[in-house]
């Protein structure tokens, strides 16, 4: 069964601070990573990972994958309030099209204080 | 403009009655998904459908149904036999290689 645990569960920062996200995952047959950003209402998709050591890069947020120990994080510097939302990690699962079944982590919450 | 639209926002439910979740789409995509979201368990897959008139059990399809008649269309029905349906659920759909996009949900709640 694919498994995918993200942490912290909750984090509670101020702005300016820089952030770091973890995503582990476990899956047959993997394909991709995908980091979407949650505030309230719809996930809004920020990044796809599929090679180990690459950055992908959209303004203050980046990502990387490690395949070799199978994780990725999520950064976030000079954080500001409107980065506060549930940030979900999630990995295509075994059997399903590239961008298929999603298994998803728990999600991390964070909250920027000003 | 194109996106994916759900109703309604909020939804109650008596004891021992079905309710169905709308979930429209104007984006041509072929496969669409519905998904549960309970606090501290993120997304969880409740079925989906990678073209009309097909679909297939997700992790969680007990006391849940759905139907694929249009590309367009992909209605979420919520049965009585679904003993704990208070949640957030979320519609989305794909096409091809590219990230699934999200509605943005229904609040389900037992009265």
């Known amino acids: 069964e694919d498994k995918v645990v993200q942490s912290p569960l909750s984090l509670v920062v101020h702005e300016g601070d820089t952030v770091t996200l973890n995503c582990s995952y476990e899956?047959?047959?993997?394909?991709?990573l995908l980091w979407y950003k949650q505030e309230k209402k719809a996930p809004t998709f920020l990044f796809m990972l599929?090679?180990?050591?690459i950055e992908k890069k959209s303004g203050r947020l980046s990502s990387i994958l490690d395949k070799k120990e199978l994780f990725s994080i999520l950064n976030i510097t000079a954080t500001q309030t409107g980065d506060s939302a549930v940030y979900l990690c999630?990995?295509?699962?075994?059997?399903?099209?590239?961008?298929?079944?999603?298994?998803f982590g728990q999600g991390t919450i964070l909250t920027v204080h000003p | 403009d194109g996106g994916i639209t759900q109703s309604p926002k909020y939804l109650f439910r008596k004891e021992g009655q079905n309710v169905t979740l709308s979930c429209e789409q104007n984006?041509?995509?072929?496969?669409m998904y519905w998904y549960r979201q309970d606090p501290g368990q993120g997304l969880r897959l409740i079925y989906y459908?990678?073209?009309?008139?097909?679909?297939q059990k997700g992790d969680i399809a007990e006391g849940y149904s759905v139907s694929r008649e249009k590309k367009e269309s992909f209605p979420l029905t919520v049965t009585s036999a679904q003993k704990n349906p208070t949640a957030f659920y979320l519609c989305?759909?794909?096409?091809?290689?590219?990230?699934?996009?999200f509605g943005d949900g229904t609040r389900l709640s037992i009265l």
């Open positions: 989305a759909s794909s096409t091809g290689d590219q990230p699934q996009h």
């Open positions: 899956v047959t047959n993997f394909r991709s």
């Open positions: 599929t090679s180990s050591g």
């Open positions: 999630a990995v295509p699962n075994a059997g399903g099209t590239s961008y298929g079944k999603l298994t």
């Open positions: 984006l041509n995509h072929d496969a």
């Open positions: 459908s990678q073209i009309v008139n097909d679909f």
